[in-house]
């Protein structure tokens, strides 16, 4: 018989430990370090470096030039339907013919099946469908018509070379100068250098005018335009700095992106109010680039090649100018020097030691050494080695210095520094200076954030 009121004496109780204890107690103590840690890691300035190279200012220096030739516009002395027979970009001699125009209104039909392109045309024909597709970008559809007026160009040149009998040639329409033909109007006909802007340079407004694509004309209509004359220019937007780069400059070496074709051209700076331009003067090659308005140009500029460091990595600081008499050369390291140095207390005694200080310069033809201003203050005194004289130091004695802090040594050395080329973020310095800077040194990349012996983390 089971009694279901008896106590279960084997129910053991489970010990229950205090809250506060000596794991807690730790682990408290790490999560509490681990958040001072990261609070401070995210408040303190974080110091950026950069690695020195060796090289150049490279810069952008590529411009859409717009092209101005003397330019002699033809107009239709009558109207009808107009048949070209000309190369756009040929030189044709005064008095030959470059189209013509049926009073009637139609043309003799051409079979194209009675033809058939050479390899001539086809090459021709794939060079202009090729350089579209290479310079094609969206945001330049001007190129889509330019490749249009290049095709029908060559169509109309295979059509003029079939049989006279299929082409009824009326009312000629002959040349009145000697030039280069050209087939398209785009409004700068008449522009000159007095009337520049920067808004002609946006491509995005560019339009040409094909007029090879019209089948017929009005009498005073655009039917061609003649280049009369070999000298032409090249006129590209300039900015301040490059203005300040190439003022004085007489000539300068350019290649344009075309074709790869380099040249030496007579260079000028054309100002119109606030806005710069560079003038070339091409007195030869025309004929490369009768038919483009537009062409992509690079300057070739002889810049200095040397340690490349970002402008925001340069500081100036003042230092002392310490005469070579007075400074105890380390045999060990040319970078040291040791000062002998009288103090003065407040009560007029005074107190005489030795100093070790870092030398950032040293001009060997006024035999001056330049130590941080720091180390020393207006007032103290610097005394030659075995000898009686001395010299106080005052604000005369104060240089300032270009540099930047060199942090190679896991704190800030200030480094002297010597530009001599420069552009809105970046700066050339010279080399080879046993006080300054060495190619794949580490400097701060912001020298705002950092001052002289600071230790860098």
């Known amino acids: 018989m089971v009694l279901f009121g008896k106590k279960n004496n084997k129910v053991t109780k489970y010990r229950r430990y205090p809250f506060f204890n000596i794991g807690t107690l730790l682990f408290g103590i790490v999560f509490v370090y681990m958040v001072v840690c990261i609070f401070l890691y995210l408040t303190e300035t974080h110091i950026m470096t950069y690695e020195v190279v060796r ?17 002699e516009v033809v107009r239709a002395s009558q109207s009808g339907s107009i048949r070209y027979y000309a190369r756009e970009g040929a030189r044709v001699s005064a008095d030959s013919t470059v189209c013509s125009v049926n009073e009637s209104g139609s043309l003799e039909p051409v079979a194209y099946e009675d033809f058939a392109p050479d390899e001539r045309d086809i090459g021709r024909l794939h060079s202009v469908m090729s350089g579209f597709v290479t ?9 889509t018509y330019e490749m249009k007026a290049g095709i029908e160009s060559i169509l109309a040149d295979m059509t003029k070379n079939l049989d006279t009998d299929y082409i009824s040639v009326q009312n000629r329409c002959s040349a009145p100068d000697s030039g280069f033909v050209i087939y398209g109007i785009d409004g700068f006909e008449e522009t000159s250098s007095a009337n520049l802007t920067d808004d002609m340079f946006d491509l995005n407004n560019y339009r040409l005018e094909s007029l090879r694509t019209r089948k017929q004309v009005t009498a005073g209509d655009v039917i061609y335009k003649l280049i009369t004359e070999e000298e032409w220019r090249l006129y590209f937007p300039m ?25 030496t051209a007579p260079f000028s700076i054309i100002r119109n109010g606030t806005e710069s331009f560079g003038e070339i003067v091409m007195n030869n090659s025309l004929v490369r680039y009768a038919t483009d308005r537009f062409l992509e140009i690079e300057l070739i500029l002889n810049r200095k090649e040397g340690l490349k460091i970002p402008v925001s990595a340069i500081v100036d ?14 045999e060990d390291t040319e970078k040291e020097i040791t000062l002998k140095v009288e103090r003065f207390r407040a009560d007029g005694s005074s107190e005489i030691s030795y100093l070790t200080a870092n030398v950032y310069s040293y001009n060997k033809e006024t035999g001056v050494y330049l130590i941080n201003k720091s180390l020393l203050k207006e007032g103290d005194c610097i005394l030659q080695e075995n000898s009686a004289k001395r010299r106080e130091l005052t604000d005369n004695d104060v240089t300032v210095l270009h540099g930047v802090y060199n942090i190679n040594k896991g704190y800030a050395v200030f480094r002297e520094i010597t530009v001599i080329d420069q552009n809105e973020e970046y700066c050339i310095v010279e080399s080879n200076n046993v006080y300054g800077l060495s190619a794949y040194d580490y400097i701060v990349l912001n020298a705002s954030e950092a001052d002289v012996d600071q230790i860098i983390n």
């Open 135 to 143: 310079d094609f970008s969206e945001i330049s559809f001007q190129r």
């Open 317 to 330: 600081k003042e230092f002392y100018n310490i005469p070579e008499d007075f400074a105890i050369v380390n």
């Open 55 to 71: 090289g150049n200012l490279s810069g952008n220096f590529r411009y859409q030039a717009l092209s101005l030739r003397t330019e």
């Open 239 to 263: 900015s301040n700095d490059l203005v300040t780069e190439l003022t004085g400059q007489e000539s300068i070496r350019f290649r344009f992106l075309k074709d790869n074709q380099t040249f």
